[in-house]
């Protein structure tokens, strides 16, 4: 297994405190809660211009500006607390059609509290990610979690 890590100079030190990459099998327990959770950094280094993100009640963003601010608003606006975010599982297919180079099925589980107008609502739950990859990009991700409905 490769694992690096990198910390970058000013000025993007003022915002990003570590880089890391790890290649191989076998990741240990205590780097399995360092996995990303879909937040800017992966939208801008992973996501193609033209993503199209599926979430669980069926809303469909497309372009990577779009996605951006979609995220900007969970993470400004909604999210109250953050308490975990880990990876169960995490496995890589062959696109069956070859419209993708391959496709990612990533297990995770969640657990914060968001803000919906009035209301405060916990959120402990599992989250099933999608993504499909080309030319070493994520070119669709579809996110599949219990939805809450708000009215």
Request: glycine share 6%; with cysteine; proline share 3%.
């Amino acid at each position: 297994m490769l694992y690096q890590t990198y910390q970058p100079r000013s000025p993007l030190s003022q915002f990003v405190e570590l880089l890391w990459s790890r290649e191989g099998e076998n990741l240990p327990k205590t780097q399995s809660r360092l996995l990303p959770i879909g937040s800017m950094e992966l939208v801008i280094n992973l996501y193609a211009e033209d993503i199209v993100m599926i979430e669980g009640d069926g809303t469909v963003t497309t372009g990577k500006e779009a996605c951006r601010q979609g995220r900007a608003i969970f993470f400004d606006k909604m999210l109250v607390e953050f308490r975990e975010s880990r990876s169960i599982d995490q496995n890589i297919a062959v696109s069956a059609d070859r419209t993708y180079d391959f496709v990612v099925v990533s297990n995770w589980y969640n657990d914060f509290t968001i803000r919906y107008g009035d209301r405060i609502i916990d959120n402990k739950s599992n989250q099933l990610s999608i993504g499909y990859w080309k030319d070493g990009l994520v070119v669709k991700e579809s996110y599949n979690y219990p939805v809450i409905l708000m009215t």
